[in-house]
């Protein structure tokens, strides 16, 4: 079945990097997301990766993927003060239609 | 701004009550997803439409239901409310059928009294 898991919360000081986790139980996964919520705001879609890839950068996003773990991290370096928010990981499984499948979320509060 | 439009923002009802949410996709994506975010349950996906017909449901209460109309908005029906439906819903959309990510909309927040 479908099951997507991440810590709770995460503490960063401005300036250095975030390596947010997730693991994911169904190999069959098809592409795997990240999305960034701000309080009081819908999803935001940061990136994704197809699920036959090992990594993805986009400016300050890198994303890694661990297939035969189902261990997926994104890394956000040089962290602001507006990277705060929650983030969440989804995967999507083509024979599943194209539904999200959402972990808990991650709570990153950037220091100053 | 994601494109995705919902109306209204803030919906406050009372127990046995039936709400419409409101949601139009981005211009010319032909698919519209609704999902709602409550604290005990997190983001759970409800149902799917594609340019009108309905395509996967999810963990979608009888109590609720959706449609896609022919100008692409659609509609989330919420009946006989009870105290546990108070949560975020979210609409999203997408291009087609099967696209990589979808765009999700501000929200509404119903609170049931």
């Known amino acids: 079945g479908e099951d997507v898991e991440q810590s709770l919360f995460l503490s960063v000081r401005e300036g250095d990097s975030s390596v947010i986790n997730c693991t994911y139980t169904d190999s069959s996964s098809t592409y795997l997301y990240w999305y960034k919520q701000e309080p009081g705001a819908g999803l935001q879609l940061l990136t994704y990766?197809?699920?036959?890839?090992d990594m993805k950068q986009d400016q300050r996003l890198t994303v890694l993927l661990n297939k035969k773990d189902k261990h997926l991290s994104l890394r956000i370096a040089d962290t602001q003060t507006g990277d705060s928010a929650i983030y969440f990981c989804?995967?999507?499984?083509?024979?599943?239609?194209?539904?999200?499948?959402f972990g808990g979320g991650t709570r990153v509060l950037v220091k100053p | 701004d994601s494109g995705v439009t919902q109306t209204p923002k803030h919906l406050i009802t009372a127990t046995g009550q039936r709400v419409t949410l409101r949601c139009s996709p981005r211009s010319g994506d032909l698919s519209v997803y609704w999902y709602q975010q409550s604290l005990d349950q997190g983001l759970q996906f409800l149902i799917q439409y594609y340019n009108g017909e309905e395509r996967a449901k999810g963990n979608i209460l009888e109590r609720f239901s959706a449609q896609q109309f022919p100008d692409l908005h659609s509609e989330l029906n919420l009946s006989s409310l009870e105290l546990g439906d108070s949560a975020l819903y979210f609409c999203?959309?997408?291009?087609?059928?099967?696209?990589?990510?979808?765009?999700f909309g501000p929200g509404t927040r119903l609170t049931v009294l």
């Open positions: 999203a959309s997408s291009v087609a059928l099967m696209s990589t990510g979808q765009f």
């Open positions: 990766i197809f699920s036959n890839m």
């Open positions: 989804a995967e999507s499984i083509r024979a599943a239609g194209n539904k999200l499948t």
